[in-house]
């Protein structure tokens, strides 16, 4: 079948157009051999090449808020065309802040506030594509007023800059920023505009490994053209499903380990795939954090269903292993993802009999009770004083993906007026999101608060959805619950769903909290804090 440049492109400076045919997307998961056109000697196999671990940004400077004293780091990030060591020899264009993929890990105690300057030193239109790079950079788990919360029309075009305030005043957690640009969120993030950001507060200090034992993973999938660069089909906007699994920009890493317990951070920054990871020797993973942070009591589980853009904290201890064995991580995969010959292998850890230092108490110790005072599971559904209904959903006529019947569109065509909720400051709701579009599942994201996930389909949730989220699951024939308070802020926010592509085309409608429709908004999201020339 004929290819359009839309539904087909390389991304990356050099890239050209390639040949990867469409597909239509089944009701159940395919499997298949490959999508990627690299020639056999090209294509990359499980557990060749080691993990690497994304640098810590460093900061320009460090100062204090001349409002309160409080601590304020300054960091300087760069969006570039770079080219990445993804294959065994071809090398891969992306786009990447400072270059890499994934971007620079941000580490910052609670309680230290940040000052991100984002530059965007991209092309000006996509080389293959031909979309202007424009970016917004989206922080994702922060509490961040509007104008700094990467609005997706809030964009910054290529020669200009934009300084990102981080309030950083929540519980520790896993945050991680990626471009949020309006219509092409996903072809950017795919191209590897994403990168973890993590909170630290003395509660997980004390219970959870640190360091070398605290481990980001930013899982990913890609598929690649015979030149090396990466290819990119979203099947009509339902969705891009790779056949190379990616660990921190690397195909399916290998980690060496102690006989220790270990803390992963686990991303899935894959733009439509979700994951069902579990370990080859069936046995269980501990998860101790979800999207917002620490759970109440940890949770044990085989397996765990984990959608683009949620974060899951886990536990592995490989005291009882041998020196020498071999464990994988593995994805079991779910409904409507479209699977390939090594798309059901993560990664795997190789253990060793490096000395463990016993004098850290966490090398043995796995904690019962975590964050046990989080104000949003301390919540109770009593305290609602609304309960809001959505309906996630496709419409044949438009070809567009919608929010109870709304779209981007529809909301851009309103001059950003049009709200689908409008809670006054400090509310406590329920919102129940309904997925009765058949054959697809859609991970919801609400900007600005942590939620807690009563119910799904009137059942209790999954053991390690027990924590706070910002990002829920919605199955297929789904209907899920959640509780939350808005605040602490006032304005304009978003809501939509992390299929990116979905998003882009064009499931995505804002809320509006604490203002009426005609007052005067200070903290407009687009006209607050716009972005200047950088020079």
């Not at 000052?115 to 424009?134: A, E, I, K, M, Y």
């Not at 409608?509 to 687009?526: A, H």
Request: aromatic content about 8%; glycine content about 8%.
């Amino acid at each position: 079948m004929s290819v359009s440049r839309r539904q087909v492109l390389l991304v990356g400076g050099l890239g050209a157009l390639g040949a990867i045919g469409a597909m239509s997307v089944p009701t159940r998961s395919l499997d298949a051999k490959s999508i990627s056109r690299l020639p056999s000697s090209e294509m990359p196999r499980p557990f060749q090449t080691p993990l690497l671990l994304a640098p810590l940004l460093t900061p320009d400077s460090i100062g204090t808020d001349p409002a309160d004293g409080a601590p304020v780091h300054y960091f300087t990030l760069t969006q570039m065309a770079a080219s990445a060591a993804i294959l065994p020899r071809l090398k891969t264009p992306i786009l990447g802040y400072n270059g890499v993929f994934p971007g620079p890990t941000i580490s910052l105690d609670q309680g230290t506030r940040a000052v991100l300057r984002v530059r965007n030193q991209l092309p000006p239109t996509h080389p293959s594509d031909g979309h202007p790079l424009t970016t917004s950079t989206h922080l994702h788990g922060s509490a961040s007023l509007p104008q700094f919360d990467g609005y997706a029309s809030d964009i910054t075009s290529p020669g200009f800059r934009k300084d990102y305030h981080y309030p950083n005043f929540q519980p520790a957690r896993t945050l991680w920023y990626h471009d949020h640009g309006v219509h092409f969120t996903a072809q950017n993030a795919y191209s590897g505009l994403a990168a973890q950001y993590h909170l630290h507060d003395p509660l997980e200090r004390a219970l959870l490994p640190q360091g070398r034992f605290d481990v980001a993973l930013t899982i990913s999938d890609a598929m690649f053209a015979s030149n090396g660069a990466l290819g990119y089909d979203d099947n009509t906007h339902s969705g891009l499903w790779g056949d190379v699994i990616l660990v921190n920009g690397r195909p399916w890493p290998v980690m060496k380990v102690q006989k220790r317990i270990y803390r992963f951070r686990v991303l899935n920054c894959s733009i439509s795939r979700s994951l069902r990871p579990t370990l080859s020797t069936g046995d269980p993973v501990v998860v101790v954090g979800t999207d917002g942070g620490l759970m109440p009591v940890t949770q044990t589980v085989a397996n765990w269903r984990h959608a683009g853009a949620e974060r899951y904290e886990i536990l592995i201890d490989f005291r009882k292993y041998r020196t020498g064995q071999r464990i994988e991580l593995r994805n079991l995969s779910n409904k409507n993802n479209v699977d390939y010959d090594f798309t059901n292998k993560i990664m795997a850890f190789d253990v060793t009999d490096e000395p463990v230092d016993q004098t850290d108490p966490t090398w043995n110790t796995i904690p019962v009770q975590l964050a046990t005072d989080n104000p949003v599971m301390a919540l109770d559904a009593s305290a609602a004083r609304k309960i809001r209904k959505f309906r996630v959903k496709r419409d044949d006529a438009t070809n567009l993906w919608n929010i109870s019947g709304v779209t981007w569109q529809d909301v851009i065509a309103s001059g950003y007026r049009k709200v689908s909720a409008d809670p006054e400051l400090d509310a406590v709701e329920v919102w129940e999101i309904e997925n009765s579009s058949g054959g697809w599942f859609h991970p919801v994201h609400i900007h600005l608060v942590d939620f807690k996930v009563l119910s799904r389909n009137g059942r209790t949730p999954f053991a390690y959805e027990k924590g706070p989220k910002d990002v829920v699951y919605v199955g297929e024939g789904e209907t899920v619950r959640l509780l939350m308070k808005f605040g602490p802020h006032q304005g304009r926010y978003m809501m939509h769903c992390h299929n990116l592509p979905h998003e882009d085309h064009d499931m995505m409608v804002q809320f509006r909290v604490g203002l009426k429709e005609d007052d005067w908004d200070s903290n407009d999201p687009i006209t607050a804090a716009p972005a200047s020339w950088d020079g």
